[in-house]
């Protein structure tokens, strides 16, 4: 069998050589002036798919950034509105004990009114801030809505008690500023176990000056009431007024521990009959009113022994509540610093994340100079021969071998 090869084939094959190295070298030369050597799905199409997807996933971090730097903000200026709170409530708390000098008089008292006063207000703006964008810090998930307002000699919450949820990173969503009901509604009085008041019908100079649980497993919540049926007595009831089985009953000793159930009162001064000094569970208070209840007892004019022991017993409480609602707000304060530093390792686990996506982006897209030119040469070398055998076969006949 003889193979034969025509002069035409042999031109359509060097044709065909020459248009495969310059579509070669087009390809070449167009990924070393883009830098990019993945164009067309052809080029490599498990590639172009793993680029795509890439490209989403840094996209995604992209706005995983977004809100981590706004949720940032927003964290930190809960915390620098629960710092400015928190001297708020320590000034009132020196107030309190300026306020117990028994050498003031009612002038002197009522410049300290005055300023705790101011302070509830002071406090009222810090609870209305917003984030700068419009949003308030303390409205819960409602946006567009004042938290906080004032009316008849009580503050009422318009926000709700939801907390939105910000997605920082992949499977990873962090809590945003908290709810305002939360953080200056429902704070616990007293020692936040237990709250001791005196009674406001009290006519007598006792004072109750501590009423502590002693035993939590005796005390198991239920209110007890020291009452004195006359000036030199005392007795203990359950907060019906039944007496105590076994009855805690008496002469009272100013100063001297009553103990009942659990609780320990401590009252100093003459009570009058009828009086009486009640511990029940802590209850939850807002914080202004806390401080208008202290403002309003400290108003109270009137220098006669009960009169003292009425500013006494309210001092007293007043304080308490006021270190409570301290505490309160610290633990937030620890509560928004742990939720930042969880951002930061969110930032962080972002940062290595995108880091090596994008070099992982960058070796499946870019180009590769080095190789590029390399391959670039080849391709010229090679179109260039080819050049030459075309031109060989346009000038050689057969009779250029007879």
Same mark, same amino acid.
Not at 104 to 112: G, P
């Given at each position: 069998?003889?193979?034969?090869?025509?002069?035409?084939?042999?031109?359509?094959?060097?044709? +065909?050589?020459?248009?495969?190295?310059?579509?070669?070298?087009?390809?070449?030369?167009?990924?070393?002036?883009?830098?990019?050597?993945?164009?067309?799905? &052809?080029?490599?199409?498990?590639?172009?798919?793993?680029?795509?997807?890439?490209?989403?996933?840094?996209?995604? #971090?992209?706005?995983?950034?977004?809100?981590?730097?706004?949720?940032?903000?927003?964290?930190?200026?809960?915390?620098? &509105?629960?710092?400015?709170?928190?001297?708020?409530?320590?000034?009132?708390?020196?107030?309190?004990?300026?306020?117990?000098?028994?050498?003031?008089?009612?002038?002197?008292?009522?410049?300290?009114?005055?300023?705790?006063?101011?302070?509830?207000?002071?406090?009222?703006?810090?609870?209305?801030?917003?984030?700068?964008?419009?949003?308030?810090?303390?409205?819960?998930?409602?946006?567009?809505?004042?938290?906080?307002?004032?009316?008849?000699?009580?503050?009422?919450?318009?926000?709700?008690?939801?907390?939105?949820?910000?997605?920082?990173?992949?499977?990873?969503?962090?809590?945003?500023?908290?709810?305002?009901?939360?953080?200056?509604?429902?704070?616990?009085?007293?020692?936040?176990?237990?709250?001791?008041?005196?009674?406001?019908?009290?006519?007598?100079?006792?004072?109750?000056?501590?009423?502590?649980?002693?035993?939590?497993?005796?005390?198991?919540?239920?209110?007890?009431?020291?009452?004195?049926?006359?000036?030199?007595?005392?007795?203990?009831?359950?907060?019906? =007024?039944?007496?105590?089985?076994?009855?805690?009953?008496?002469?009272?000793?100013?100063?001297?521990?009553?103990?009942?159930?659990?609780?320990?009162?401590?009252?100093? =001064?003459? /009570?009058?009959?009828?009086?009486?000094?009640?511990?029940?569970?802590? /209850?939850?208070?807002?914080?202004? &009113?806390?401080?208008?209840?202290?403002?309003?007892?400290?108003?109270? /004019?009137?220098?006669? +022994?009960?009169?003292?022991?009425?500013?006494?017993?309210? #001092?007293?409480?007043?304080?308490?509540?006021?270190?409570?609602?301290?505490?309160?707000?610290?633990?937030?304060?620890?509560?928004?610093?742990?939720?930042?530093?969880? #951002?930061?390792?969110?930032?962080?686990?972002?940062?290595?994340?995108?880091?090596?996506?994008?070099?992982?982006?960058?070796?499946?897209?870019?180009?590769?100079?080095?190789?590029?030119?390399?391959?670039?040469?080849?391709?010229?070398?090679?179109?260039?021969?080819?050049?030459?055998?075309?031109?060989?076969?346009? +000038?050689?006949?057969?009779?250029?071998?007879?």
């Amino acid at each position: 069998m003889t193979l034969r090869l025509s002069t035409a084939q042999m031109q359509y094959d060097a044709l +065909s050589m020459m248009r495969a190295r310059q579509t070669e070298i087009s390809k070449y030369q167009q990924q070393i002036a883009s830098g990019v050597k993945l164009t067309r799905g &052809a080029d490599d199409p498990t590639g172009i798919a793993d680029v795509q997807h890439l490209d989403h996933a840094l996209a995604s #971090l992209g706005q995983f950034d977004r809100n981590s730097t706004l949720l940032g903000d927003r964290l930190r200026q809960q915390e620098a &509105a629960l710092a400015d709170a928190g001297d708020l409530l320590q000034r009132a708390r020196e107030l309190a004990v300026q306020a117990g000098n028994g050498a003031l008089s009612d002038s002197d008292r009522h410049a300290i009114v005055v300023e705790l006063r101011g302070l509830r207000e002071s406090m009222l703006q810090i609870a209305n801030r917003d984030d700068g964008r419009g949003r308030q810090l303390f409205a819960g998930t409602l946006d567009g809505v004042k938290p906080f307002t004032s009316g008849a000699g009580a503050v009422s919450y318009l926000g709700n008690d939801g907390q939105n949820l910000v997605d920082v990173a992949p499977d990873t969503a962090l809590a945003d500023t908290d709810a305002g009901s939360r953080v200056f509604m429902n704070i616990p009085t007293g020692d936040g176990i237990s709250r001791a008041r005196a009674a406001a019908g009290n006519t007598g100079s006792g004072v109750l000056d501590s009423a502590q649980v002693t035993s939590s497993t005796t005390w198991n919540g239920a209110t007890l009431q020291l009452r004195f049926p006359s000036a030199g007595t005392y007795e203990v009831v359950d907060g019906s =007024g039944n007496p105590l089985s076994p009855p805690v009953a008496g002469s009272f000793t100013p100063g001297q521990p009553i103990d009942a159930q659990g609780v320990q009162f401590v009252v100093s =001064g003459n /009570p009058a009959a009828g009086d009486s000094f009640t511990v029940e569970r802590s /209850p939850n208070q807002d914080i202004f &009113a806390t401080l208008q209840t202290l403002a309003d007892a400290l108003d109270l /004019p009137g220098n006669t +022994s009960a009169d003292v022991a009425k500013r006494a017993n309210a #001092l007293r409480a007043g304080q308490e509540d006021l270190a409570s609602a301290q505490q309160h707000l610290l633990d937030i304060r620890a509560e928004t610093g742990i939720r930042m530093n969880n #951002l930061d390792s969110a930032d962080a686990m972002r940062s290595a994340s995108n880091v090596a996506m994008t070099q992982m982006l960058s070796g499946l897209r870019d180009t590769d100079l080095a190789d590029a030119i390399s391959k670039l040469q080849y391709n010229m070398t090679a179109l260039d021969a080819a050049q030459r055998m075309m031109a060989r076969l346009q +000038s050689s006949s057969l009779f250029d071998k007879l």
